[in-house]
Structure formats: structure tokens, C-alpha cells
């Protein structure tokens, strides 16, 4: 209590960050700095200190002072958060400790606290082949992301048609498919290739002479692709 009242008069406010915590602190609306774990004694006097807390449990960095402080104290931010965009004809996918955390569009970007990591960014280049690699297929299926791609299962005895913007790209064979769907449409189209049987029983048909015959028809087709 006597602490609280001598920084009071003494014109400070004291601080405890804890270990999963981290302060964005500015004073008569200059940046101070970014305050780490540990006890902080700073300059409050009337009113004057503005503080914007941080959870590491969130490692996503979102701030109003964001663009401001890359644009002016591009020493702190470089120190303290790990920045990642993505080119015009990129889609990254971002890993926090070798596990999958986010996916960005083309021409996003997204800031983490560096200690919340360790990150990684793998970058892949959309402007030519949509196609998903395999090994990032098995990370992506099941997760939120999958609205950035479109996915289909091709079975045995059945092919994929692929559409790229409404034209006809190729054709598929049966298994997983996964492709980006971020800057182009991408539909696939799944054909029976088995043979499919017909029976037509009971039908009637009256002959040029007027007799009434009783035709039962059976007829077999296949899709064929060449």
C-alpha cells in the first residue's frame, strides 16, 4: 500500500509481466518500448502512459500500433515478432513448431510473436500448377484451411475431369487430389467409367398392322476416354 501511494506520487505505474505475456508500452504517445517478463517501473504521470497487453497463447500479433512500428522502429520489430507475406502468385503455409498454424492467400500477411514460435513458412508458387503437393496434402486434410483448396477422391474405376476457369485442364486418375483454390476456380468433375446396364421391361408399342407387341429391352454403356 505505501509502494502504491509513493509511485503515485512519484508519478509511476509499476508493472508485472508475466512469462506468457509481453507489452506494447508508449508514453505521451511515443513508443517506449516492448516490455519482456519481470517487474517494470514507468512513467505515468497524468495519464500520460498507454500499455496494450499481449497473450502468447494467442501468437497471432494484432495491434494498432502495428504499422507503426515496423514503419519507425523497424529494430524492435525485427527483434521481437516474425513477419510473413505472400507474394501475388504465393499461398504459404506457416508452421509453429513444425505443426501446421495457418494459411495465407495471396498477397496476405500475418505477424507472430517470434517467441511463440519457432516458425516456418513454406512457399508455393499458384501461378502455374494448382496442384497441392502430396506431403502437404497429409497436413492440410481435416483442418480448418481446407477453404482454401478444393479436394476430391477419385475412385477405382472412375476418372477426374479437372476445370481450370471453366476450361477443361486434364483428366485424373483415381486416388486424392487436392488443389489450391485461391486465385483460380477449380472444379472437378467425377465420371463412371464402369459399364452401367439398362433394362427397359413391359413396354408396349402398337405395329403398323395394329398388333400390340411387348418388347423387353436390356442395353449396356461405358464412358470412353481417349
Same mark, same amino acid.
Given at each position: %500500500?505505501? +509502494? $502504491? +501511494?509513493l509511485d503515485r506520487v512519484r508519478g509511476v505505474q509499476r508493472l508485472i509481466v508475466k512469462e506468457n505475456q509481453r507489452v506494447i508500452a508508449l508514453y505521451k504517445g511515443k513508443f517506449h518500448g516492448v516490455l519482456t517478463p519481470g517487474e517494470h517501473v514507468l512513467r505515468a504521470d497524468r495519464g500520460r502512459l498507454e500499455i496494450e497487453w499481449h497473450d502468447l497463447a494467442r501468437p497471432e500479433f494484432v495491434s494498432i500500433f502495428d504499422k507503426a512500428l515496423f514503419r519507425d522502429h523497424a529494430e524492435v520489430a525485427e527483434e521481437y515478432l516474425t513477419e510473413i507475406r505472400a507474394g501475388a502468385d504465393e499461398v504459404v503455409v506457416v508452421s509453429r513448431d513444425k505443426r501446421l498454424h495457418a494459411v495465407l492467400k495471396p498477397e496476405e500477411r500475418a505477424v507472430y510473436w517470434t517467441e511463440a514460435g519457432p516458425w516456418t513458412a513454406e512457399r508455393f508458387d499458384v501461378a502455374g500448377d494448382l496442384a497441392v503437393p502430396e506431403k502437404v496434402q497429409k497436413r492440410l486434410t481435416g483442418v480448418a484451411k481446407l477453404a482454401l483448396v478444393t479436394s476430391v477422391d477419385v475412385a477405382e474405376g472412375h476418372v477426374g475431369l479437372l476445370f481450370v476457369d471453366g476450361k477443361f485442364v486434364g483428366e485424373l $486418375? =483415381?486416388?486424392?487430389? %487436392?488443389?489450391? =483454390?485461391?486465385?483460380? #476456380?477449380?472444379? *472437378? #468433375? *467425377? +465420371?463412371d467409367l464402369r459399364r452401367q446396364s439398362l433394362d427397359v421391361t413391359g413396354q408396349e408399342i402398337l405395329t403398323r398392322d395394329r398388333v400390340t407387341l411387348r418388347v423387353n429391352l436390356a442395353a449396356g454403356a461405358r464412358w470412353w476416354m481417349r
Open positions: %500500500m505505501v +509502494i $502504491e +501511494i $486418375e =483415381a486416388g486424392a487430389h %487436392m488443389f489450391w =483454390a485461391v486465385t483460380r #476456380k477449380v472444379v *472437378v #468433375k *467425377v +465420371i
